[in-house]
């Protein structure tokens, strides 16, 4: 009966699927078998999968109020992979269209390469002009005036603009003096409006006594906090809604997501990843519910992609920011995949810290299983034979429970938290 009812289930889920499966792209798997529109779990910085948690509802009105006041200059911190990226993009969705908005993401050196990302990305001029054009050789006090310029033309109109400067925590405390005069440089209008968006780290950078002029110009200090439980178990539902997904076709059990919330430690991507591959996991088994027993295969499979050896690292062109816009100067190359410090400083700190949260997520995917079969009833015991047993040789012996918790399967979660978190 159960067999008949799970073909009828399997049977149900793949006509649906079938439904969305011709206007999919052919890249997407389970997505279709589940119905999804979209990938659910994907780790760019959609603002259309913003969930608004406590801690992020939060920052997102205190940084939205920061900016349509027009306070100059507000900062926004939180751990890898808390979101912030996308939290700005669904700030810049919020804003009217009297705010112009730029989004610096890549690392600059100079003022030249900030105020050069920010008229290109304005309007002001083209990267055409920037990088072969009269405007490529400008000097800071050209490339100010130009800015200065489109702020006045904003006054009639009672607009302003906005620069979000990610990955801040990189920035010189020379660079970081260089944004406060640029920021204070518009007079009583305050046209331009700035956020700082960064690590941890920045928060430590702003304290340097060099950096008191700095602080003392910050209006709106923001920080992202993790998921807790009921975070975890909303963020999941909510991303699984907006690609299209429906309770009866696809969900988390509730075991599935004290795993998934002692594994991640409530950081968004790190959830991203691990519920990606535990749906790729339950389209393998066809099921609907995605359990903890699920989530222990995907660290399993974790276990054999890190044994796999590397492939050779290619060699691919990497943006060389010195000299010009970042995007059209000229190229050098480097092999791909090998880290970039300015933007990813593994401490050991952190890894042991995440190495806790495994084992302890191991140990509770042990005892929810040994309670599971604790609840079964006993089998009963086999009858013994005429001629007494020969005991089994000592290399078939089953291995002890405590082999499965080698040193090897926490090297295995670092390895693999280390990629996605680079990537």
């Known amino acids: 009966m159960k067999m008949a009812t799970a073909r009828r289930r399997d049977s149900k889920l793949l006509h649906d699927s079938a439904l969305v499966s011709d206007a999919s792209p052919s890249w997407l798997t389970y997505e279709t078998y589940y119905a999804l529109r979209e990938q659910p779990f994907s780790l760019s910085s959609d603002p259309a999968f913003f969930y608004g948690s406590p801690s992020h509802n939060a920052t997102l009105e205190k940084l939205l109020l920061g900016i349509q006041r027009r306070q100059g200059l507000n900062v926004l911190t939180g751990d890898i992979g808390m979101g912030k990226t996308t939290l700005c993009r669904t700030v810049v969705n919020k804003l009217d269209r009297q705010t112009f908005s730029a989004f610096v993401s890549d690392p600059f050196a100079t003022r030249e390469d900030l105020l050069k990302v920010v008229l290109a990305d304005f309007g002001v001029v083209s990267t055409k002009d920037l990088s072969t054009g009269e405007l490529r050789g400008a000097s800071r006090t050209e490339l100010s005036f130009l800015l200065y310029e489109f702020l006045r033309t904003l006054s009639p109109l009672q607009a302003f603009a906005v620069v979000f400067i990610d990955e801040a925590q990189n920035l010189s405390p020379q660079l970081l003096e260089e944004i406060r005069v640029l920021s204070d440089s518009d007079g009583r209008e305050r046209q331009l409006q700035v ?3 960064g690590q941890l780290e920045l928060r430590d950078k702003l304290r340097l006594p060099e950096m008191r002029q700095v602080a003392q110009r910050i209006s709106a200090r923001c920080t992202l906090e993790p998921l807790d439980r009921e975070g975890v178990a909303g963020y999941i539902a909510h991303r699984l809604e907006v690609a299209g997904g429906e309770p009866d076709r696809v969900r988390f059990s ?9 594994i991640s430690g409530g950081v968004p991507r790190v959830i991203n990843t691990l519920c990606d591959k535990a749906l790729q996991q339950g389209f393998l088994q ?11 295969a995907v660290a399993r499979g974790l ?7 590397a492939p050779a690292a290619p060699v691919v062109p990497a943006i060389d920011y010195s000299g010009g816009l970042p995007g059209v100067a000229r190229l050098r190359t480097r092999p791909a995949g090998a880290p970039r410090q ?32 604790a609840s079964q009833p006993a089998a009963a015991p086999p009858q013994p034979a005429e001629a007494p047993a020969q005991p089994a040789p000592a290399a078939a012996k089953q291995a002890s429970p405590e082999a499965d918790d080698a040193p090897e399967t926490r090297q295995v979660q670092r390895d693999w938290i280390h990629q996605f978190t680079l990537n």
């Open 303 to 309: 276990d054999d992609e890190a044994a796999a050896p």
């Open 286 to 296: 066809r099921v609907a519910v995605i359990d903890h027993t699920i989530l222990a």
């Open 342 to 373: 300015e933007i990813f400083d593994a401490s050991a700190e952190w890894f042991a810290e995440f190495d806790a949260r495994v084992n302890d997520a191991l140990e509770v995917v042990a005892s929810i299983v040994s309670e599971e079969d």
């Open 254 to 262: 509730d075991k599935a997501i004290d795993v998934i919330l002692r």
């Open 195 to 197: 956020v700082l968006v």
